[in-house]
């Protein structure tokens, strides 16, 4: 008699464990980052060492990076948003300038990527 009511006590308990495991896994809160890779390209090949910002027309929101030695630069904001691109990169020759620019709109929890061409 002394099992049967073990058993019974632990029941209960066992129940009210299996909600709050049950509960914890479905409160988790969902990725909202809203996340973009631009990668920039000449004519024929993408660009390292290119400077790249992005902006909001009427905003004060935006970022700049540099692409790495594949022509990609990411970038990460909590909100989604509509971005101008502006691409630039100097030449070997003194006062020019590599220039392109575009525009992106970041998705909530999604990767958005686009391509900027320079010349």
């Known amino acids: 008699m002394k099992k049967i009511i073990t058993i019974s006590c632990f029941s209960p308990l066992f129940a009210v464990l299996l909600f709050i495991v049950g509960t914890q896994s479905a409160c988790q809160k969902q990725n ?3 996340t973009c890779v631009i990668t920039v390209k000449d004519t024929s090949s993408t660009v390292s060492g290119a400077t790249v910002r ?3 027309p009427h905003g004060s929101v935006g ?3 540099t692409t790495n030695g594949g022509g990609d630069v ?3 904001f909590a909100l989604p948003a509509i971005f101008n691109v502006a691409v630039t990169k100097p030449t ?3 006062g020019d300038t590599l220039k ?3 525009i ?3 998705q909530i929890g999604q990767t958005e990527s686009t391509t900027v061409i320079i010349h």
């Open 32 to 34: 909202t980052n809203c």
């Open 54 to 56: 992005l902006y909001a």
């Open 63 to 65: 970022a700049s990076g």
């Open 74 to 76: 990411d970038f990460t």
């Open 92 to 94: 070997k020759i003194p």
């Open 100 to 102: 392109g620019s575009g």
């Open 104 to 106: 992106i709109q970041l």
